[in-house]
């Protein structure tokens, strides 16, 4: 095939590879498009095998897929550069574009050394292309802080696949998709005994799911009440407008609510302790002081003198202290400017500034027999690190709580994609996650990854319901909160070197 129209061909493929993480319609992912358009890559990488010029080729073929994918993923990045940070929007796609193109270099070199050193079997060629796209997605998401937004193993949150979420974890679901796209394109050329190992591959997960087994076990119920402000993104951090709003409707809603635990989304308090209202904070913590009650909420801490952080504060009955988190994994750009990079964002219009990161594994929030282990936006797309919390079964959050504002992306399909990756994280650890966000998604999703309750997106709106607690420890939960994602870098790594000594 002349190479026009391979190029032509992963493109469609990249973009509809994006579209698997979250079908615009309605949100949910599509596994099999995932599988389909990772096979047309994989198709057109296998037929540059033995060329010449072919490694070359495969290279620029998967970096074209990847950049297409990502571009296609995250492309609400623009709404927040563009139109609540004022850059031009011929700057601001060119940011996404090229975010995405540096990323997708990644992918680029796993397609090169695919084509370079793919042995004859057909089975070795799944696995070899399966070790470099796992190799390629750690490196996305963990290299200069990691993004690993929209990675493959997102789209099979739902579906057959979804059932070695709680053995294996997203990235390694995205490595046996890998596999999979590679041993379908070549179907015709597998043996018998492969194809047994490719419905195996398939039927396995699928069989887990259906046999309803669960290695957590209940752990008693708590009543909720998720809080979803809708303050308009670009009047939030206004002192005319969203301040004054936010405080209001806020501690509104605190103080009316029933049930034994309220939450309120990132910075729901938008301003410092010092700079709010006086008494404001303080009647707040006399409001649960006593009774039967407690509060989550976030609010950014600090001076400038000792830094700021992206927090939540936990009030409860007992507490000398108000419970603290501090937001561990910062958003570049965003939380933290990285070096050589000042003068970008002093283009854009948008409150920015350097964070302090809060500590790996901070404790749980103890609450009427429930471990509460919150995290803030972003942060529950890096499951290695809510893992750390797991070490010790005994104090293992039984209840996951992710606080969100993602109103900077305006009602697009980042609220879609952000829901599918806390659904991935409770099939991971078998537990619940309640969402407590700005615009959405906030939700209620149980242990087995499935959405129980919902609060209409793009409104101002209240939310209750009962979660269930979970206690257990996944096998993913067990390997993940000792060694981290080192048996995947070094999986990966070991087949690759294989590979490489057999070529020679």
């Known amino acids: 095939m002349r190479l026009p129209l391979q190029l032509a061909l992963v493109l469609l493929a990249g973009l509809a590879h994006a579209l698997s993480m979250a079908e615009p319609s309605n949100g949910r992912p599509l596994w099999w498009l995932e599988l389909l358009a990772l096979g047309v890559l994989a198709w057109q990488l296998s037929s540059l095998r033995g060329s010449a010029a072919g490694a070359r080729r495969g290279a620029m073929l998967g970096w074209v897929f990847a950049t297409s994918w990502l571009t296609g993923t995250f492309w609400w990045l623009f709404i927040s550069m563009h139109t609540y940070g004022g850059l031009p929007s011929v700057l601001a796609a060119l940011a ?39 190799l390629a997605e750690l490196m996305r998401a963990i290299w200069f802080t990691g993004f690993p937004w929209g990675a493959a193993g997102y789209a099979h949150s739902q579906g057959p696949l979804a059932g070695y979420a709680p053995w294996l974890g997203a990235y390694a679901t995205s490595a046996v998709a890998a596999w999979l796209a590679m041993m379908l394109v070549q ?136 419970y603290l988190y501090d937001k561990h994994h910062l958003v570049p750009f965003g ?93 991971e650890f078998e537990r619940p996650m309640i969402r407590a966000t700005n615009t959405g998604a906030t939700v209620i999703i149980n242990h087995e990854g499935a959405v129980t309750h919902e609060l209409e997106r793009g409104t101002r709106g209240v939310l209750v319901g009962e979660v269930q607690g979970r206690t257990g420890i996944t096998p993913f939960a067990w390997w993940v909160s000792r060694l981290g994602v080192w048996p995947l870098w070094l999986g990966g790594v070991l087949v690759v070197a294989l590979a490489w000594l057999r070529r020679r």
């Open 187 to 322: 179907l015709r050329r597998t043996s018998a005994l492969q194809r047994v190992a490719l419905l195996a591959v398939l039927i396995l997960p699928w069989g887990y799911q259906w046999s309803g087994y669960s290695f957590s076990a209940p752990a008693g119920t708590l009543s909720v009440t998720l809080l979803q402000g809708n303050i308009p993104q670009d009047e939030k951090f206004q002192g005319g407008t969203g301040v004054p709003l936010a405080l209001r409707w806020y501690g509104e809603q605190i103080r009316d609510a029933r049930t034994s635990l309220i939450v309120a989304p990132e910075t729901a308090i938008p301003l410092l302790p010092a700079q709010l209202p006086s008494g404001y904070l303080e009647a707040m913590q006399r409001r649960f002081a006593t009774g039967e009650q407690a509060v989550l909420v976030g609010i950014p801490l600090g001076n400038l003198q000792a830094g700021y952080s992206n927090s939540v504060i936990g009030l409860k009955p007992g507490l000398a202290q108000p």
């Open 96 to 134: 996404v574009v090229s975010l995405a193109g540096f990323l997708s270099l990644y992918y680029a070199a796993a397609c090169g050394l695919w084509v370079k050193l793919a042995p004859d079997n057909t089975a070795a060629q799944a696995t070899l292309f399966a070790a470099l796209w796992l």
């Open 335 to 427: 939380e933290f400017i990285p070096p050589l990079f000042r003068w970008f964002t002093e283009m854009m219009n948008i409150p920015l500034g350097d964070f302090n990161r809060g500590a790996v594994g901070q404790p749980s929030f103890d609450w009427k027999g429930q471990r509460l282990a919150p995290n803030i936006c972003y942060e529950d797309l890096f499951g290695e690190e809510i893992g750390t919390n797991f070490s010790d079964a005994a104090r293992a959050p039984t209840i996951l709580v992710n606080i969100s504002n993602i109103g900077w992306f305006g009602n697009s399909i980042a609220i879609d994609q952000h829901l599918l990756i806390s659904r991935m994280r409770a099939l």
